[in-house]
């Protein structure tokens, strides 16, 4: 895998000295590697050990991953060819680069960015949950500094083939490593039900032992609200996530990302059976009280040693991956609308692919010391939050793409209050959870934290655009054309 | 590549957020299939119908 993520500099040989190359692949990925690509950010190995865990730990609820991913693909097919198409028009490399393109505006561009940022970092070390689960049941664990040896190992194995090849060092590992996990979960989810007892069998203790724990194999009523609102939520997140966004841009058209929109549904099948390792897991009587060891322990109780062990393999393959994409898209950001936006003082392309090189690793490094000396929790709480904050940024770069009717210092301030309030409603729950019970005079509705922020988002928007449209505040230089978000610019060249 | 006016068939895209969004529909045990209980494979059903949904959708954007 190692020789892959080098080997990958050479293939579809560009100038990796150019940000566009190093950090986009030169937008050259057709429909294949899009889809792995795609893929990758969608499941990682923190889904492959947390969506099972929340299934394990409370039932039904946990699939709530399920409706979220059927629905963020219609998501992506509408809305984020526009996105790719104005990038390509006018260079972007980030979704910071069309807001301050867009609204004239480094400031909510710089609002943008930095979300981004917050957003992924600890979401990298999260990656490292599931490498930790993994050699923790097979006895590798260790204590002190030889716990940590084998992810720093890995996470210095990743550093150097991303600073290496860009862009296309995840794309190529990703078609390994979800080959990997397709094998995993294909072979787990003919054979563990066999060996106990069948579909109908597993459900069946599911629902009895759930019931008997303040779990449901069916979402009872009082959590419909919750279930819905955290699966509209998260797929609107998901897509503007910085890694989803760099995945996106790096497609070489616009159909290629409908083509996939269509085509990637396969992997929310394979999240479904991930997610009822979960169950099975009940049924095959796995009791440990850190959730995240069930699917290890699940794979070593019912699965041959030596698939257990490949699965293994799959999963610790399957962090490094999105670990990638996401450092890559981290860098971006930080270069593109930062760096260059406030820093830079010579100009140059070459320049800035050079500092997104060293930020990269700066980021992979900077989310090792995350994993080896925070406690996990704070990682896990920060990824709670940091799917409410991506969700703020909705307005600013979706509603952006449709139109320039809001203003700038709306979506700013909307903006802001969204994050505080989100902030505000996860810490009132001790970031435990990111449902916040919103009361309505009698009744109680429980919904996720990042959609009661971003409706108050939306209608401070909405309210202060009518406000400061009416007060003729200017709302910048619009550097777009209409005709940029609808018409596919020319294939590449250099194909 | 030509969108003309076609988009309007991106309204269809409404459906699977009825469908998935609203758990009244698809929160019961019974009737199950294979041993799945309803909510399960109705959700895995969705899974496919969105798919195709897109494939469609695809065919109409690139006639």
């Known amino acids: 895998m190692t020789f892959l993520g080098f080997f990958a500099s050479r293939w579809h040989r560009g100038n990796l000295n150019l940000i566009e190359e190093w950090g986009l692949a030169g937008r050259r990925f057709g429909t294949f590697v899009t889809w792995f690509l795609l893929g990758g950010d969608l499941y990682t190995a923190y889904t492959f050990i947390a969506v099972p865990a929340l299934v394990y730990g409370t039932g039904a609820f946990g699939f709530f991953a399920v409706p979220y991913t059927i629905i963020v693909f219609p998501i992506m097919y509408v809305v984020i060819p526009r996105l790719w198409r104005v990038s390509k028009r006018h260079k972007y490399v980030t979704a910071a680069d069309f807001v301050r393109g867009r609204f004239d505006s480094s400031l909510l561009a710089l609002a943008v960015a930095i979300t981004g940022i917050l957003a992924t970092m600890p979401y990298i070390a999260l990656q490292l949950t599931g490498i930790q689960a993994v050699l923790a049941v097979m006895g590798l664990g260790g204590s002190g500094f030889m716990r940590d040896l084998p992810l720093i190992i890995a996470f210095l194995i990743l550093a150097a083939y991303t600073y290496n090849s860009g862009l296309r060092a995840p794309a190529l590992t990703a078609i390994l490593k ?40 069916i979402l009872p009523p009082k ?10 939520g998260s797929a609107f997140a998901l897509l503007l996530y910085p890694h989803a966004v760099t995945g996106s841009l790096g497609a070489k058209g616009g159909h290629i990302i409908q083509r996939n929109a269509a085509l990637l549904p396969l992997y929310s099948l394979a999240l479904t059976f991930i997610a009822l390792l979960g169950y099975m897991a009940i049924a095959a009587g796995i009791h440990t009280k850190d959730t995240s060891l069930v699917v290890p322990l699940l794979f070593i109780k019912t699965l041959p040693t030596w698939f257990a062990g490949f699965a293994f393999g799959a999963i610790a393959i399957g962090a490094l991956v999105p670990a990638a994409i996401m450092a890559i898209a981290a860098a971006n950001l930080f270069t593109r609308n930062i760096y260059r936006e406030y ?46 904050w991506i969700l703020q940024t909705v307005p600013v770069i979706m509603f ?40 309505l005079g009698h009744s109680v509705i429980l919904g996720y934290a990042g959609i009661w922020a971003i409706l108050v988002n939306i209608i401070i928007v909405v309210v202060l655009s009518l406000v400061f449209n009416a007060m003729h505040l200017s709302n910048g230089q619009d550097h777009t054309e209409r005709s940029d978000y609808t018409t596919e610019p020319g294939a590449v060249a250099a194909q | 590549m030509q969108k003309g006016n076609r988009s309007g068939w991106y309204w269809l895209f409404i459906i699977p957020f009825i469908a998935t969004l ?4 698809y929160a019961s045990y019974r009737p199950t299939l294979g041993g799945f209980p309803f909510m ?23 006639r």
Request: glycine share 8%; proline share 4%.
């Open chain 1, 178 to 217: 979800d080959t990997l996990i397709y094998v995993t979960v294909i072979v787990a989810c003919i054979a563990i039900p066999i060996e106990l007892g069948g579909y109908g069998h597993i459900f069946h203790v599911a629902a009895t032992t759930l019931a008997a724990h303040k779990g449901a194999a």
């Open chain 1, 223 to 232: 959590l419909y609200t919750a279930f819905s609102t955290l699966a509209l």
């Open chain 1, 343 to 388: 820093f830079m003082k010579e100009d140059g392309p070459n320049r800035e692919a050079h500092v997104a090189k060293i930020v990269g690793l700066v980021v992979i490094l900077g989310a090792l010391l995350f994993i080896v000396a925070i406690p996990l929790q704070y990682s896990i709480y920060f990824q709670t939050l940091g799917g409410i």
């Open chain 1, 400 to 439: 952006g793409l449709y139109t320039r009717w809001f203003h700038r210092w709306a979506l700013f301030i909307g903006w802001l209050f969204g994050m505080f309030l989100g902030t505000w409603m996860a810490a009132a729950e001790s970031f435990k959870t990111s449902i916040y019970p919103l009361h």
């Open chain 2, 22 to 25: 609203w758990p009244p529909f």
């Open chain 2, 40 to 62: 399960y494979w109705y959700l895995i059903l969705w899974i496919f119908l969105v798919a195709i949904l897109s494939g469609i959708i695809y065919f109409i954007d690139n």
